[in-house]
Nanobody
Framework: QVQLVESGGGLVQAGGSLRLSCAAS??????MGWYRQGPGKQRELVAIITSGGNTNLADSVKGRFTISRDNAKNAVYLQMNSLKPEDTAVYYCTARVVGGSINDYWGQGTQVTVSS
């Protein structure tokens, strides 16, 4: 059974930093990453990292956020610096399992609130 458990969200002032962590279990994962959904907005991609370490970040977070992973621990991290109020959202960890079919799994989400 695949499980993803996020941690590290919270309340921070604009310009501050937070580090999100996601511990995955139950399979071997190819891509892992983060999405977010702000108030009244659709869920959007924040950052993705492959098992080989290739990354893709949304333009809105480039230069401020960094994604990394520890394959031995099945963990993915999101270091968020220079946070802005518009980064306020629920952040969801996602992980992809590629076998006979492709399956994407999601964590329960962690709230990040950036105050101005």
């Amino acid at each position: 059974q695949v499980q993803l458990v996020e941690s590290g969200g919270g309340l921070v002032q604009a310009g501050g930093s937070l580090r999100l962590s996601c511990a995955a279990s139950g399979s071997i994962f190819s891509a892992m990453g983060w999405y977010r959904q702000g108030p009244g907005k659709q869920r959007e991609l924040v950052a993705i990292i492959t098992s080989g370490g290739n990354t893709n970040l949304a333009d809105s977070v480039k230069g401020r956020f960094t994604i990394s992973r520890d394959n031995a621990k099945n963990a993915v991290y999101l270091q968020m610096n220079s946070l802005k109020p518009e980064d306020t959202a629920v952040y969801y960890c996602t992980a992809r399992v590629v076998g006979g079919s492709i399956n994407d799994y999601w964590g329960q989400g962690t709230q990040v609130t950036v105050s101005s």
